[in-house]
């Protein structure tokens, strides 16, 4: 399962060096988990799941930055679900500027229950890979 | 009731103009609503009272941006609780460096209950006054 | 001069009373002068500006909050130049849900220049008005 | 070279799961080499290397997510230096609360000149192996 955002980059987001802010870039990753779910068949929402009592809980995050973005840049993200385990999701991220890469990402999330104790992803998610 | 928190402007709060984004302010006063809780007589925390359903919303904000602040200052503000009524509070703030006012702000809180539904100010609030 | 933004709230915009953090608001306020701006009959963004040395300070903030927004929900932000100054431009907002209004804000912005000095406003955004 | 930064969890760095935003750590690391080179011999402040054209641009972000902290929390961030190459400088970094730790990262930064070329790290950054 894929999806493709758009994310026009704002101006609180990028620092004094003139560029986007390396912690706005996985603000952006979770924007785009948010827009595979949306735009599956299964019509669920993260909102809903949260509503459920299915938590997501990001274990794990990487990020590799090649080029900068600039305030006002229109940005693509195009985000994958590569993993569905028992009770972690793996997505990877490619963040590109008119066809030129910018950085790549990479998060495991956990699937956590209110208490925060692990729980199986539910199926829904699973038909997301 | 009054509190004095110290704050250095962290990297990520500067915009491309090289200053403290104006959004930053707010959160820098909702530090200054904690402290004054915690350096109460009362010895109780924001935390604990959102523990028992006790939710602080802000309902107005008024910030005025004299002199800007810059990355890695060391900033204090100076947060004074302005008035509590029967189920809101006011508080205004300045914020200085060595001793010059940079900005100042205002805001209204109002009590709410977890439903969103306003309640009355706790008793231990009101003597924060 | 007017413009229409659509938002998303993001979740890292909601706070632990699971609604949109009232910090958000003013970065949104912002987002909606970026967009004043690229619809209007000038063909001039703020990027550009910024580029030739055209600095736009927030002097004044103002928000009234009246219903919360939350993780997910779409909402439009209507932006409106109030009036354009010698040094300083004002804009007002309105942030609606589904036709419903959540909040409104004002803000003073003051043109400097490179050095922080104030600078008259230039013609191009005199004509947003 | 090390150094430890106490850190309060902010209310507006909690999301609608009650803890600390994962986007919250990376800008905490930021904060710990902050004080890393304030604590260092130089005397010498990121501030003022930007002042004199040397920008250090994170390239490379790992976090890995153990335990959730929460607002008002008061965490302990130790930073350490644990490379300095020709143009890159490699930080590791230990979150916790009394004690337990709540999670690791991982940073490398490139050195570049105002025109985001490489440059080759100062040596008073050398100095802080």
Redesign the interface.
């Known amino acids: 399962m894929k999806a493709t955002t758009k994310i ?1 980059v ?3 987001e ?6 986007a ?3 706005a870039y ?2 952006w990753f ?2 785009g988990r ?1 827009e595979v779910l949306r735009q599956s068949a299964s019509k669920v ?3 809903d799941l ?1 509503a459920q009592g299915v ?1 997501l ?10 080029l ?1 973005a ?3 840049d229109l940005l693509e993200l195009r985000t994958t679900v590569t993993n569905v385990g028992h009770v972690k999701i793996e997505h990877e991220y490619q963040l590109l500027r008119e066809g030129v890469l910018l950085a790549t990402g990479r998060t495991t999330l956990a699937c956590l229950d209110r208490n ?1 104790r692990p729980q199986p992803v539910p199926e829904i998610l699973r038909e997301c890979q």
Chains 1, 2, 3, 4 share one sequence.
């Open positions: 026009r704002r101006y609180n990028c620092d004094p060096m003139g560029v802010h390396h912690t996985p603000v979770e924007m948010t929402t993260y909102r949260e938590m809980a990001v274990v794990s995050l990487e990020v590799k930055y090649k900068p600039r305030y006002d925060g």
